[in-house]
């Protein structure tokens, strides 16, 4: 692989840049792997760049029926930040922050993570009370977080409307200082190319349609394109096609498909440096590098497979924004968009054996995922190796739906995610 | 935005005045003391996620505030049909078990 640098920015402008590597080998998949992760997205890919680098698991297949972070690692709003209130999540979600932390310099690769602070607002008593208990549980947990008045927030964030005459005005706020905004095209990109370097062969345009199983066991992936692929172990991080390909294995996860969307503006100058997000009034936002502000929207209630969201969904988080930023009324909206996001009944994730023998799922991020891209792949890959959960995995077995032993964070971390 | 019929109200309204409420035809356990923990998990947590044809229960929230059930596509989002708690659907997925 070559390694990315000022000093190979210099030498490549001297060819024009045109001799650039490729970033990754489009390669034909082998007979058989030790482990085939189905799911070329951010946490598919950590995954498999985790398994090389931390396990000496090399001869690892990642498949992905279209191209390498193409679903909603590419739909999101980009934020990271790790104030869950319960301890199993707090401590999954803070690994992934302590990896975000040293990722760009980990990968080679700019995944231009910004630790510019999330606010969370609360907008009732009942928020603000939720607020000290998360910020103090998250502070127990070694989680920076603070809580802030009116007043701090409107001198962090001079364009948001902080007064006593809006609808819901804002009484306080959670801050997570190292909390922030990771691009993340990149950081599929990072991880895919890094991945590839180790050895990883990244199979494209390649579709499972069976889980080849024998004896309770899986042994591989039927794929569209290339026939049976074997494996020891398969693991799958599909996201909202989960229930999908855990019904070609035979059995159900506690799942439910819905659209979740967001959208961006044309893009303005710089007028907001940190991302707040407002569990209330709901609506989230953050400005980009490239200057348009990036809004988050709450899932359809209904089920659905279909990539858009609806027009109602839209129309209550721009109020929403408009009732925090009366500054961005004649912003205009460039694009809008949606995801498939798989949800959980506690908004909590499944790291996962199933009732299938090597056959393992991580799914369930709901609407939550991208910010744990690099602790869901790390925490997955040594449940991969090992061939069970590992220790921060082992709160999130698809089991505890059976057992009662949930992880409620529905609301608890803030529903806006 | 999804136009409604509610079969209460006979009239169709706007997706606004609506509330899914998942899935339909789930019946309760009829002998809830004697259920394992399996049986138990499996009528709280898991549903159906079909991606295709699906029977849901909705609930007409700021109209009648009746319960009833439509049959819809989760990919192309078509409403196949709308009937009232208590009536099968009459558009049902081929496949088994989704």
Same mark, same amino acid.
């Given at each position: 692989m070559e390694k990315y640098s000022g000093f190979g920015l210099f030498t490549h402008s001297l060819s024009c840049h045109e001799n650039w590597q490729r970033v990754w080998r489009n390669p034909q998949p082998k007979k058989k792997y030790d482990v085939i992760i189905v799911g070329g997205g951010g946490h598919g890919l950590a995954t498999a760049y985790y398994l090389a680098k931390v396990h000496n698991i090399t001869n690892v297949a990642v498949v992905e029926k279209g191209y390498l972070g193409g679903g909603n690692t590419a739909r999101n709003t980009t934020i990271v930040r790790s104030n869950y209130l319960w301890d199993e999540s707090a401590h999954l979600y803070e690994h992934a922050m302590k990896l975000w932390e040293g990722l760009s310099q980990d990968l080679n690769y700019n995944v231009m993570f910004s630790q510019r602070g999330v606010l969370n607002l609360g907008h009732t008593l009942q928020d603000m009370r939720d607020i000290e208990r998360r910020v103090n549980a998250n502070r127990l947990n070694g989680i920076d977080g603070e809580v802030l008045d009116a007043k701090q927030i409107q001198e962090l964030v001079p364009a948001m409307d902080c007064s006593a005459n809006t609808r819901y005005p804002v009484m306080g706020a959670?801050?997570?200082?190292?909390?922030?905004?990771?691009?993340?095209?990149?950081?599929?990109?990072?991880?895919?190319?890094?991945?590839?370097?180790?050895?990883?062969?990244?199979?494209?345009?390649?579709?499972? +349609?069976?889980?080849?199983?024998?004896? %309770?066991?899986? $042994?591989?992936?039927?794929?569209?394109?290339?026939?049976? !692929?074997? *494996?020891?172990?398969?693991?799958?991080?599909?996201?909202?096609?989960?229930?999908?390909?855990?019904?070609?294995?035979?059995?159900?996860?506690?799942?439910?498909?819905?659209?979740?969307?967001?959208?961006?503006?044309?893009?303005i100058k710089p007028v907001l440096d940190t991302v707040v997000m407002s569990n209330h009034v709901h609506g989230y936002i953050s400005q980009s590098d490239k200057g348009d502000l990036v809004i988050g929207a709450g899932i359809d209630g209904y089920n659905g497979y279909?990539?858009?969201?609806?027009?109602?969904?839209?129309?209550?988080?721009?109020?929403?924004?408009?009732?925090?930023?009366?500054?961005?009324?004649? +912003?205009?909206?460039?694009?809008?968009? %949606?995801?498939? $996001?798989?949800?959980?009944?506690?908004?909590?994730?499944? !790291?996962? *054996?199933?009732?299938?023998?090597?056959?393992?799922?991580?799914?369930?991020w709901g609407t939550g995922g991208f910010k744990a891209t690099p602790g869901s792949g790390h925490v997955f890959a040594a449940t991969l190796a090992q061939g069970e959960a590992s220790k921060l995995a082992k709160p999130f077995s698809m089991f505890r739906f059976y057992d009662g032993s949930l992880i409620d964070e529905h609301g608890a971390a803030g529903v806006a995610h | 935005m999804f136009h409604i019929y509610c079969p209460h109200c006979e009239d169709h309204r706007e997706e606004e005045e609506f509330h899914a409420s998942g899935e339909a035809h789930i019946p309760r356990p009829l002998d809830p003391q004697s259920c394992s923990d399996e049986e138990w998990g499996e009528y709280l947590y898991f549903r159906k996620n079909p991606r295709g044809l699906h029977h849901e229960l909705?609930?007409?929230?700021?109209?009648?505030?009746?319960?009833?059930?439509?049959?819809?596509?989760?990919?192309?989002y078509e409403i196949k049909e709308v009937y009232k708690v208590g009536e099968k659907p009459s558009v049902t997925s081929s496949e088994k078990n989704q």
């Open positions: 959670s801050w997570q200082p190292r909390a922030g905004v990771a691009r993340h095209d990149a950081v599929a990109w990072g991880y895919a190319r890094a991945a590839d370097a180790l050895g990883v062969d990244l199979i494209q345009q390649c579709e499972v +349609v069976d889980i080849v199983t024998e004896d %309770g066991a899986a $042994v591989g992936v039927e794929t569209k394109q290339y026939g049976t !692929i074997k *494996a020891d172990r398969v693991g799958c991080v599909v996201a909202g096609n989960s229930g999908v390909l855990a019904k070609m294995a035979g059995f159900r996860l506690p799942l439910e498909s819905h659209p979740l969307q967001a959208l961006v503006s044309e893009p279909g990539q858009r969201g609806s027009y109602p969904t839209i129309e209550h988080t721009v109020q929403a924004i408009m009732e925090l930023f009366p500054i961005f009324s004649r +912003v205009r909206m460039n694009r809008q968009w %949606g995801g498939i $996001v798989d949800t959980c009944p506690d908004a909590c994730p499944i !790291i996962s *054996a199933t009732p299938v023998e090597n056959l393992f799922f991580n799914c369930g | 909705w609930v007409h929230a700021v109209g009648c505030r009746k319960f009833f059930n439509i049959t819809r596509d989760t990919v192309t």
